[in-house]
């Protein structure tokens, strides 16, 4: 699989990618590895570099960089297991693989706008193309979760409230963080 060509696809044509990744043999090492990972890792040095022409100081720049890759690989993982723990209750098929690929490939939309916006914060507003990831959510639940068309509204509407929060909450305590390393530095 070329990454490339993956985050064309999902972006641009959803429906149809979704049934050509149902249909992969993808274990969950090599989808953070060889998908997730260098995604998150692009937006991390996009962050360094963005840093490093806001005149921040070099500790900050390298620890705020390391800090936000680990935490969004975590995110992915902690959102993976919510969809997987969800997934009973809306008669979705219970399976941790389907509900990573559902999570990562989801999340394209998102970590494609941190590479771009983690520039500046003036291009903090690409972030706001990381919503289309709940439409891509949205038309994989189906195909990946094997969720009934009945219960996706439902199921969408539960996964983002949670995953929302989830992610505020680390986003208080990685800002705390950065906070305090930035008095260190």
Do not use: C, H
Request: charged share 10%; no cysteine.
């Amino acid at each position: 699989m070329n990454i490339l060509d993956r985050v064309k696809r999902i972006l641009l044509n959803p429906n149809q990618e979704w049934e050509i990744i149902k249909g992969e043999e993808t274990n969950n090492q090599s989808l953070i590895t060889q998908y997730a990972l260098p995604l998150i890792i692009a937006g991390g040095i996009t962050a360094v570099i963005g840093n490093f022409l806001n005149d921040y100081s070099i500790g900050y720049i390298i620890s705020s960089g390391v800090i936000s890759i680990v935490v969004q690989l975590i995110l992915l993982l902690v959102a993976s297991y919510i969809i997987y723990i969800l997934a009973d209750s809306f008669g979705s098929k219970k399976d941790l693989n389907s509900a990573m690929k559902l999570v990562i490939y989801s999340n394209t939309a998102a970590m494609v706008a941190a590479v771009v916006s983690n520039f500046s914060p003036i291009l903090a507003w690409i972030g706001l193309f990381g919503l289309y990831g709940i439409y891509l959510f949205w038309t994989g639940l189906s195909k990946i979760m094997e969720t009934p068309e009945e219960k996706k509204l439902v199921f969408t509407i539960v996964a983002a409230i949670l995953v929302f929060f989830t992610t505020a909450i680390s986003g208080i305590i990685i800002t705390t963080i950065i906070g305090i390393l930035s008095f260190l530095y």
